[in-house]
C-alpha cells in the first residue's frame, strides 16, 4: 500500500480480493481504519531498537530484580 491513503472503492476492491465481500455502507469505514493501521505501523517502523537483543534471547528467570519490597 502506498503511502497515499486508501480510498473506499480501493478499500472494496481490496477486501474483494482476499474473499471477503463488504456491503457498500462499510467501505469508508474499512478505509479508515486500514489508514489508522497504515500510520501506526509507519511510526513502529520508524523506531530505532538499537541493541535490543530479538525475542530468542530472553531466558525466564534470568531477569535481575533491583527492587525492594
Known sequence: ?????????????????????????????????????HSVVAVLRELDFGDTPPAPAYRVGEEKHDAAL
Open 1 to 37: 500500500m502506498s503511502a497515499t491513503e486508501l480510498t473506499a472503492p480501493e478499500a472494496a476492491r481490496w477486501a474483494a480480493r482476499a474473499g471477503l465481500p463488504l456491503p457498500a455502507d462499510r467501505h469508508a469505514a474499512v478505509a479508515a481504519v486500514a489508514h489508522h493501521i
